[in-house]
């Protein structure tokens, strides 16, 4: 297998993983969506055979793992906001006690 059918390959099962309609086309009729998305006859032949029950489990996985780095990345930036607003705080309210001195 060359290096662009193995990267076109790599990426229609990434599609795969995270995109539940392409999942879904795919489930109902394997060959003709690989087809579809240019891969060879052999890979299509190869994913007809794929383990379905461990396709939607990855994808759950992966879906799983994507939601918490959002949620994570959602908390950090929440975190860095209070801090930038506690140090405004305190910077603002330096500001007023040096001015009612």
Not at 37 to 55: H, N, T
Not at 75 to 95: K, Q, T
Request: charged letters at 30%.
């Amino acid at each position: 297998m060359s290096h662009n059918e193995t990267s076109a390959l790599e990426h229609f099962l990434a599609k795969l993983y995270v995109d539940g309609d392409a999942r879904e086309r795919f489930l109902a009729a394997p060959a003709t969506e690989a087809a579809r998305a240019g891969l060879s006859k052999e890979q299509c032949r190869a994913l007809e055979k794929i383990d379905r029950v461990g396709l939607e489990m990855a994808a759950r996985s992966f879906g799983h793992k994507r939601a918490s780095k959002e949620m994570a990345a959602t908390s950090d930036l929440s975190s860095w906001r209070r801090v930038i607003r506690a140090f405004l705080r305190v910077r603002i309210f330096g500001v007023f006690m040096r001015r009612t001195q």
